[in-house]
């Protein structure tokens, strides 16, 4: 036990002890280690000569250092605050009725801190002439300052009670015939009382009973139950897109495209009504004051290729809209810059990424001379299945690489598109279509030039262990 926990326990016995007169000891039933020093003239080990106080209180100039800054900092507490100056009044030469005047308390409190201070002056003494640092004599006398701990109010509610409620919170009512779909403190405390668990019960009290158990039902997050996750198929997928990401220094070096794609649908030309404020030196405005009202002026989506080897964003289409027969002019484009070279696309598994027009575009260009088949009814293009394990076709020039549901994250191009967001769309004001359109375009080439790099991809899509 440390000095100042044995000084705070003595404290405690000192205040709480009977009045029997025996001397208060140690919580592990020992006699307390420090002398009990009683007030004299004489100095203490420090060369500390206490200085008699009216009411033949003891004070230092140390503890009335402590006091006044207690005093006067405006992190103390109230209550610490108040008995501080009463006694600074009281040490000061005032009388117990001058310092309820002044302080505006009742005498009987001015009364009951100093006699505190009277009886604890012996043991405070002690711990001053043992060379104790300022920080800690302050928690001291803060201690001495404190209330004495109460027994508290006899418990209402028996345990049963208690958990009787903590398990009503846990009730899930979305899917249920209740009026309501989640849990209030006050719902709670109705119906505990409804239920017969108690006679009655405030939604503070239920409150309580729930911050003890770590219960908050009042709020909610998402969570995602995605059953494929747990399938083989699904593992294979995730595994099959990171050895790519892997292979991709050696594919480029071979002339081998390696892009990852997708659309950035519904991005909004938002004017702001006022002009964003900079921000100012010298703690006037540390902030850029932006307007909060704007005018929408239409959305445009953005079809584009993180090329995974360079890091570079190539052949860029922006368009109203996201339909098969934009992405398959998106693919077209993006192939016309070598038309006779080797592509593998890392797309997620959204329709029109494994349309007929699609499969169409890609049996032409490889010059597949067989026989499709009709949508929705034989061969090739049939169904999505079909036309997916077409398109991914490994012995293809131009092939699809497809991220499982649920794996956005696994889409090079969806980490480019937040930063997209973070520095040109969350901020900008974008007067017409034509200026957003531009921008995008001028933060393209500027992301080219001086940010673009390759991202270091160390997932390997294998279970992470602990």
């Not at 329709?351 to 067989?370: D, I």
Request: charged fraction near 25%; glycine fraction near 6%; proline fraction near 5%.
């Amino acid at each position: 036990m440390t000095l100042l926990e044995r000084v705070k326990a003595r404290i405690h016995a000192v205040f709480t002890r009977t009045t029997s007169g025996e001397p208060p000891t140690e919580p592990s039933g020992e006699p307390p280690t420090e002398p009990s020093v009683e007030p004299s003239s004489e100095p203490g080990e420090a060369g500390i000569v206490p200085q008699q106080c009216p009411g033949s209180a003891v004070c230092t100039a140390m503890q009335r250092t402590i006091l006044n800054r207690i005093a006067r900092s405006s992190t103390s507490a109230q209550r610490l605050v108040t008995r501080s100056r009463l006694l600074l009044a009281y040490d000061q030469g005032q009388s117990k009725h001058e310092i309820a005047t002044t302080q505006q308390v009742t005498r009987s409190m001015v009364q009951k801190w100093c006699r505190r201070w009277e009886q604890a002056q012996a043991l405070l003494v002690d711990v001053e002439s043992r060379g104790i640092t300022e920080t800690a004599y302050r928690a001291v006398i803060a201690e001495v300052l404190n209330d004495a701990s109460r027994s508290g109010a006899p418990i209402t509610f028996s345990a049963e009670a208690v958990t009787q409620i903590v398990a009503m919170a846990c009730e899930i009512l979305d899917d249920s015939d209740e009026a309501v779909s989640s849990w209030t403190h006050a719902h709670l405390a109705e119906e505990a009382v409804n239920r017969e668990i108690v006679h009655t019960i405030s939604r503070s009290s239920v409150g309580r009973f729930l911050r003890e158990a770590t219960l908050k039902p009042h709020q909610d997050r998402y969570w995602l139950n995605a059953p494929e996750r747990n399938t083989p198929e699904f593992t294979q997928d995730v595994q099959a897109v990171c050895e790519l990401y892997t292979q991709t220094p050696a594919l480029h070096a071979q002339g081998i495209h390696v892009y990852s794609t997708d659309e950035k649908s519904g991005i909004q030309a938002l004017e702001r009504l006022s002009p964003t404020h900079a921000a100012q030196p010298g703690g006037g405005r540390s902030r850029e004051l932006r307007e909060h009202s704007y005018e929408r002026h239409g959305t445009v989506c953005l079809i584009a290729n993180f090329e995974v080897g360079t890091g570079r964003i190539l052949s860029p289409s922006l368009g109203p809209t996201r339909t098969e027969a934009d992405f398959v002019a998106h693919i077209e484009q993006s192939v016309a810059v070598d038309a006779d070279g080797e592509w593998i696309f890392v797309a997620d598994q959204l329709n029109t990424h494994q349309s007929e027009s699609l499969v169409r575009f890609v049996a032409e260009q490889c010059g597949l001379p067989e026989e499709l088949g009709t949508k929705g009814k034989h061969g090739i293009l049939k169904s999505m299945n079909s036309r997916k394990a077409f398109l991914s076709d490994p012995s293809h020039r131009i092939r699809f690489v497809y991220t499982p549901k649920h794996t956005s994250w696994l889409n090079q191009i969806e980490i480019w598109f937040s930063i997209l967001v973070r520095r040109l769309l969350k901020r900008g004001s974008f007067p017409s279509l034509k200026h957003l359109k531009s921008r995008i375009m001028k933060f393209i080439d500027f992301f080219n030039t001086t940010m673009a790099k390759a991202f270091k991809w160390t997932y390997t899509g294998r279970p992470l262990t602990v």
